[in-house]
Nanobody, 121 residues
């Protein structure tokens, strides 16, 4: 069983920054791709960013490209999401997830409980 625990969410003003962390346990973290998703109030969950096992490949949703950066530290079993130039539209619950593959793709099978971010004007 894989456990994912997000942290780092909170309240920030528009234009500010936040860094989310997701600590993983339960299997060899360095072997698997990781992703971040978000769910805004009243909307469905959407993809934000993903990173492959070695951090050699990343992929971003158009809405966050150039503002968010996904990274990982395999020695710490942790994946990060650095969020800069935040907008009110970035307000959401952010989830990290992992999939049964080392590379980017679809289908995430383990999810964290989420961490809530609010961006105010």
């Amino acid at each position: 069983q894989v456990q994912l625990v997000e942290s780092g969410g909170g309240l920030v003003q528009a234009g500010g920054s936040l860094r989310l962390s997701c600590a993983a346990a339960g299997r060899t973290f360095s072997s698997y791709a990781m992703g971040w998703f978000r769910q805004a109030p009243g909307k469905e969950r959407k993809f934000v960013a993903s990173i492959n096992w070695s951090a050699g490949s990343t992929y971003y949703a158009d809405s966050v490209k150039g503002r968010f950066t996904i990274s990982r530290d395999n020695a710490k079993n942790t994946v990060y999401l650095q969020k800069n130039r935040l907008k009110p539209g970035d307000t959401a619950i952010y989830y990290c997830a992992t999939r049964a593959s080392s590379e980017l793709g679809y289908g995430y099978n383990y999810w964290g409980q989420g961490t809530e971010d609010t961006v105010c004007t």
